[in-house]
């Protein structure tokens, strides 16, 4: 069996925050002549319209879904925007084609206050061994406006190993966490290396 210390979020992951911390009330005071700080602004999403936040849900970052892409069929998306949705995900495993192409695609909301620092990390493990670590930034963003009602990130491409060593089944726990190393979602789920896609 794997050790609990596998499933932890890696202490030092590399990434380096460039802008000190700062409320939203802070962000949107900034200097409006200021060409480089609009632009930053507006990377954020800080670009007026109505703020979407529920006063009645204290989450900053909400992850709504995260679809898997791959030429040739349609995207497999699974729903994790209902609190529990994610506890039936390790029993519906993804099915990829060995040695296929395949991206994460993640849509999120950001309510409150600005979310810095997102980052998707996917510790991998096939029959209890680790096998695989996945480190994406997501980056920064302003709680959404109807302007843009929703976020999305989509990862780098990924090659499916191939071979029959490589085909079976792949177990994943998957965090969505910030710079201050608060998780705002967890979850297991998993995916079948498969020959070739079976008729869905």
């Known amino acids: 069996m794997a050790s609990n210390e596998e499933d ?9 925050v460039t802008q000190p911390k700062q409320s939203l ?3 949107q005071q900034m200097d409006a002549n200021d060409d480089s700080l609009q632009r930053y602004k507006e990377s954020l999403g800080l670009g007026g319209g109505t703020d979407l936040s529920d006063p009645n849900d204290p989450r900053i970052c909400i ?3 995260l679809s898997m892409e791959t030429a040739g069929r349609e995207p497999v998306t699974v729903d994790l925007s209902t609190p529990g949705s994610q506890e039936t995900l390790k029993d519906k495993p993804f099915q990829i084609k060995e040695g296929s192409k395949f991206c994460m695609v993640a849509r999120f909301r950001v309510q409150h206050e600005i979310l810095s620092g ?31 009602p929703i976020h999305s990130k989509k990862f780098p491409d990924y090659d499916a190993p191939s071979g029959m060593l490589a085909r079976g089944h792949y177990s994943c726990i ?8 608060k998780e705002h979602l967890k ?11 079976k008729d869905e």
Do not use: C
């Not at 670590?133 to 920064?140: A, K, L, P, R």
């Not at 297991?188 to 498969?194: E, G, S």
């Open 118 to 148: 997102l980052r998707y990390v996917q510790i991998i493990k096939r029959k209890g061994i680790k096998v695989g670590h996945v480190d994406e930034m997501i980056g920064s963003y302003a709680p959404n406006t109807d302007k843009t």
């Open 174 to 181: 998957s965090y969505f966490v910030d710079d201050d190393k």
């Open 187 to 197: 979850f297991t789920w998993a995916f079948d290396i498969v020959k070739e896609l």
């Open 63 to 65: 992850i709504l879904s």
């Open 25 to 27: 009330a802070e962000y």
């Open 8 to 16: 932890t979020l890696p202490v030092e992951t590399g990434y380096k």
